[in-house]
């Protein structure tokens, strides 16, 4: 029986190629995007899973708000690990993770910068699920100096000899050599932390300083199975008011009491570790997070296009139901059940999807790598690693199969033989009102892609022609620490090249990872308020070389001393103190260690610049004299880039010969920090594009049914001297009022979307009126030409053909 279904469903694929082709084609494009974006998304849900706790392992954080200004940090204080696990009992382990930067390591005559060396804590194998290939994972990071390492980090250093036992030396000397006591694989690419070099904690220093004023550990507690991480979570402002009040006194001059009184919080929360790649929000992370609502959209896109392709499927069937309906009616005449029949178009839509199913798999094979290189990604279909891959494919096909062919199936089957073999087929009014219904819902789908991705392009366009309160073009970067001692005659060589305007000292940028200082101080002497701020120290070309704009006042001296004790605010920090234009002159006072004061004189204020992601609003800034002589930010005047380039690496390479020269452009960082919107946008912009051409096969779809239903109309208009554009409007004029509809249905709902993803943007676009004309415009004009398709070939027929039976 199956198999005479399947025979006579090959034979009426063969039959109307036309159909079934543009049937495949679509079911194909749906399936395969569908299977990339379920890639996708499982490999983003996946972060941290591989980690046998993950369950059960949180991590701490330190969050509040002062005077408005929000904290939100990813770090904490190195006592905290110790604390909880002493503390609470439920707390079955803590470890920590220090981030050490970039440092050099050199082996005998090779020497690299690794930009992936982490100090942990020695019980960091026992949490995290990281097997040690070689080594003990209980006591290969208990001694100070040493360090387990991945195979590709030994491959570098060691070659093809074993790594056990070498010793690996820092550059800058500020450690003892440090042993290898263990080796593993590789972190898993699903981690949220990609290290190459763990190194005993016991080595650090900081690591066993009891302050609660500083924090760069990144620390996670293992709790029970089952156990809610809210219930010790609600516990820890006990820990706030025991250890960190204290110090916050003598720090900040206040009590926690006053310091609470004046509406500011501060406090540890905690972070499920399998939240922590999507549902994080931290500047400083271990890793680039993703966005969990880029996982909604791509799923909804996902879903919306099987939709989409489904109902083409609908459209294409009962288009072509004309032709099929004498078959239908001669195979009920010869003794076929309705149930019989049921199953054989069934069969068909399982046998279209089924072959639109290995279509799709080759798409996908296809646009892997190049997804992989758009979205940064390492997405693999592979049916030997995932042995449920199979059997959900088949699954999956027969879902869309049934799902595509229900209504068609019902609806073929139950024509009247009488009626059908005397010619007089008719679709009745509620079929063409579901048809309606189908292209309304098409379009309106694919008229919030359009609009969506018009909002995103344009959102990206605002961020690249913003002004941002400070020049970022020809500014290099350099890191200068690298060069040790010999930073300074660095430093004066470029500020001699007459291709350079000018040159400073400061490791905050505007752009790009740069240093952040927390920065509490007092507007006056002796008032009890107390604001946050960022601290940036700079020297006396910070702003010039940045373009920076004083307001009032003026910028640093060197020849004056008392600079060493003067303040640049900016704009928000002036009205934060509640100075506005005034604010030249006043004072600031910040707490010392042991309750002393310190306090500062505004020498000057300039106006607001955006030092931060234009996510964030502007925040109150105290710029202090402090040159910081690891990096330097080179100003150039007009001219040769490529020419300065080459002699900059001349110059480097006569100081070191050790370090090669790494540069990077101010505005490159910039556009970097909107990396991921960008490459979402352009994602967002495939997938509507795929979405919107699987929805023109519908379209194409119904206009085939209608000129197949009108012909003998168009016939007798043609006969009547109706012209070739007068039918093709007859026709086209229908479909764009269906699409009118769609857009009516659409604009509210794509604004709501938008704005929603737009409310992200602390500096965003205004949505303008011209954006809903021009979403508009392209899906008519997109329904235009599907339809024309049909319309002038309708058009153009002989009326004799269509007219002949009559």
Not at 533 to 560: A, M, Q
Not at 696 to 718: D, N, P, S, Y
Request: net charge positive.
């Amino acid at each position: 029986m199956i198999l005479s279904y399947l025979q006579i469903a090959w034979r009426n694929i063969v039959k109307n190629k036309l159909y079934s082709s543009i049937n495949i084609v679509g079911l194909a494009t749906g399936i395969a995007t569908c299977l990339i974006i379920m890639l996708f998304v499982n490999q983003e849900l996946g972060y941290d899973r591989y980690n046998e706790k993950a369950d059960r392992i949180v991590r701490v954080t330190f969050q509040g708000n002062v005077q408005g200004e929000k904290m939100n940090e990813s770090t904490v204080m190195p006592p905290v690990a110790q604390t909880l696990k002493a503390d609470f009992p439920e707390v079955e382990a803590a470890t920590r993770i220090r981030d050490y930067g970039k440092p050099n390591l050199i082996y005998k005559d090779k020497s690299f910068k690794e930009d992936a060396f982490a100090f942990v804590d020695s019980n960091f194998f026992r949490v995290f699920t990281l097997p040690l290939i070689a080594g003990n994972s209980k006591t290969a990071l208990v001694e100070p100096n040493t360090i387990v390492i991945t195979k590709a980090f030994a491959k570098k250093y060691f070659g093809n000899d074993d790594p056990m036992g070498k010793i690996i030396n820092f550059q800058d000397g500020n450690f003892s050599p440090f042993k290898v006591t263990g080796l593993i694989d590789r972190v898993p690419v699903n981690s949220h932390f990609q290290f190459e070099v763990f190194a005993s904690m016991s080595g650090l220093p900081e690591a066993a300083k009891p302050s609660w004023t500083s924090s760069n550990f990144y620390t996670y507690l293992v709790l029970p199975v089952g156990y809610d991480y809210k219930r010790l979570e609600t516990k820890l402002s006990k820990v706030v008011e025991k250890y960190i009040g204290p110090q916050m006194q003598q720090a900040l001059g206040m009590t926690m009491a006053q310091f609470k009184a004046g509406g500011n919080r501060l406090g540890l929360v905690l972070q499920p570790l399998t939240a922590i790649h999507l549902h994080a929000d931290f500047a400083n992370d271990l890793s680039p997070s993703g966005d969990i609502r880029y996982i909604y959209i791509f799923c909804a896109i996902a879903i919306f296009m099987l939709l989409i392709a489904c109902i083409n499927f609908i459209n294409l069937s009962t288009a072509g139901a004309s032709k099929r309906a004498r078959e239908v009616g001669i195979r009920k005449v010869l003794g076929s059940s309705k149930t019989e029949l049921v199953w054989q178009f069934l069969t068909e839509s399982t046998l279209i999807t089924a072959i639109a199913l290995l279509m799709a798999i080759g798409f996908v094979y296809l646009a892997i790598p190049f997804f992989n290189q758009l979205a940064s990604q390492n997405l693999t279909l592979n049916f030997t690693e995932n042995l449920f891959l199979v059997p959900g494919l088949f699954l999956f096909m027969l879902t869309i199969g049934i799902l595509a062919g229900a209504y068609p199936a019902f609806f073929l089957s139950s024509f009247k033989p009488v009626a059908v073999l005397k010619g007089k087929l008719t679709s009745g009014n509620q079929s063409v009102g579901i048809r309606s219904s189908l292209v309304v819902f098409q379009f309106l789908i694919s008229i919030i892609l359009i609009f969506s991705t018009t909002v995103v392009f344009n959102q990206l366009s605002y961020i690249q022609h913003k002004k941002l309160g400070y020049d970022k073009e020809q500014v290099i970067i350099l890191p200068a620490y690298l060069l040790g001692k010999n930073s300074e005659i660095f430093r004066q060589q470029l500020q001699n090249d007459p291709r350079v305007s000018n040159v400073s000292r400061s490791g905050f940028l505007p752009a790009g990872p740069s240093n952040n200082n927390n920065f509490f101080v007092s507007p006056g002497n002796n008032s009890t308020q107390l604001i946050k701020t960022l601290r940036y120290d700079v020297d006396e070309n910070y702003i010039p070389v940045l373009g920076i704009k004083i307001l009032s006042g003026r910028n640093f001296f060197t020849d004056f001393s008392s600079d060493s004790s003067g303040v640049i605010i900016n704009e928000t920090a002036a009205r934060a103190f509640g100075w506005k234009n005034n604010a030249t002159g006043k004072t600031l006072t910040t707490s010392l260690n042991k309750g002393e004061k310190k306090t500062y004189t505004i020498l000057g204020v300039v106006k607001d610049f955006h030092f931060k992601s234009l996510h964030e609003r502007i925040s109150p800034l105290v710029m202090v004299l402090a040159p910081d002589p690891g990096m330097l930010i080179v100003k150039l005047k007009p001219g040769d880039t490529g020419e300065f380039l080459t002699s900059l690496k001349t110059k480097w390479t006569k100081l070191t010969a050790e370090e090669p020269l790494s540069y990077s452009f101010l505005d490159d960082r910039y556009y970097r920090t909107y990396e991921s919107e960008q490459k979402a946008g352009q994602i967002l912009g495939i997938f509507s594009g795929l979405t919107i051409f699987v929805a023109c096969l519908g379209l194409f779809g119904l206009a085939t049914f209608t000129a197949e239903q009108r012909k003998k109309e168009i016939g007798i208009r043609k006969v009547l001297g109706a012209s070739i554009a007068g039918i093709v409007n007859l026709i086209s004029i229908d479909f764009l009022k269906l699409v009118l509809v769609a857009f009516i249905i659409a604009s509210p709902l794509a604004w709501y979307i938008m704005n929603q993803w737009l409310e992200n943007f602390a500096y965003r676009m205004v949505i303008s009126w011209w954006l809903f004309a021009w979403s508009a415009a392209v899906a008519m004009l997109i329904a235009l030409i599907t339809v024309s398709f049909q319309a002038i070939k309708a058009a153009l027929a002989n009326p004799v053909k269509s007219l002949r039976t009559e």
